[in-house]
């Protein structure tokens, strides 16, 4: 039982370049989450997923889109990386009707140069 | 905008002291939710406390929700190396999307031995 994966683990970009982070999770979870994590920022929700088919903004959505492909995979793109968006990036995922408790990834560790 | 307050930011103490952990709002959760989170990984869910004045222990870590459902804290006991780690209070609900989670900033806890 793999839980929340996360590919890739550690990318460089330079600015202005593009790239999809990926994120499935094998528990059968309704929701899924996108946050970042910056020193002193604490964890910032980017985007969420309620349910299949829904995605809404979280507190710092702009310069990110993402996509609900299924119920298991949620990606987050950056059109055009910018130097701010250097980052750890997190994906979790929880069943809403059991407190929202959240099952997080390993991070990937994003660059941007 | 929900805020939760974590204190202290920081802490290291010795191999076998007892410290506590606050986490603080203005705002009422419907639960609040303690997770850990060790270098180069995810956090990982310690517990969920939801009524108010609730207890609930977790070996030598004590997890405390406020009367009012607005606060929280984390005691523990004869801290150990294993120990160490990023502690991250969550606010679920209050107000405003059961969907979200509301985060502090963390406690950075190290455990010298």
């Known amino acids: 039982n793999a839980g929340v994966t996360q590919t890739p683990k550690f990318q460089v970009l330079k600015t202005g370049q593009s790239m999809t982070l990926q994120c499935a999770q094998d528990?059968?979870?309704?929701?899924m989450y996108w946050y970042r994590q910056d020193p002193g920022m604490g964890l910032r929700l980017i985007y969420y997923s309620a349910s299949e088919g829904t995605t809404d903004k979280g507190e710092v959505p702009n310069g990110y889109n993402v996509s609900r492909l299924n119920k298991r995979e949620f990606s987050l793109r950056l059109e055009s990386a910018a130097p701010s968006q250097t980052s750890v990036y997190f994906c979790?995922?929880?069943?809403?009707?059991?407190?929202?408790?959240?099952?997080f990834g390993p991070g990937t560790r994003l660059t941007v140069l | 905008t929900q805020l939760l307050e974590q204190s202290p930011q920081f802490l290291s103490i010795q191999e076998g002291e007892n410290l506590t952990v606050y986490c603080n709002s203005s705002s009422v959760f419907s639960s609040l939710q303690w997770y850990r989170q060790e270098p180069g990984e995810g956090p990982v869910l310690l517990v969920t406390v939801v009524t108010g004045g609730e207890v609930k222990k977790l070996k030598r870590l004590t997890f405390q929700f406020g009367d009012a459902r607005k606060d929280s804290s984390l005691h523990i006991t004869a801290a150990q190396p294993g120990d160490t780690g990023l502690y991250l209070c969550?606010?679920?609900?209050?107000?405003?999307?059961?969907?979200?989670?509301?985060f502090g900033k963390g406690t950075l806890l190290t455990v010298n031995p």
């Open positions: 979790a995922s929880s069943v809403t009707t059991a407190y929202n408790e959240q099952f």
């Open positions: 969550a606010g679920e609900g209050g107000g405003g999307s059961n969907y979200k989670l509301t």
């Open positions: 528990m059968n979870h309704n929701s």
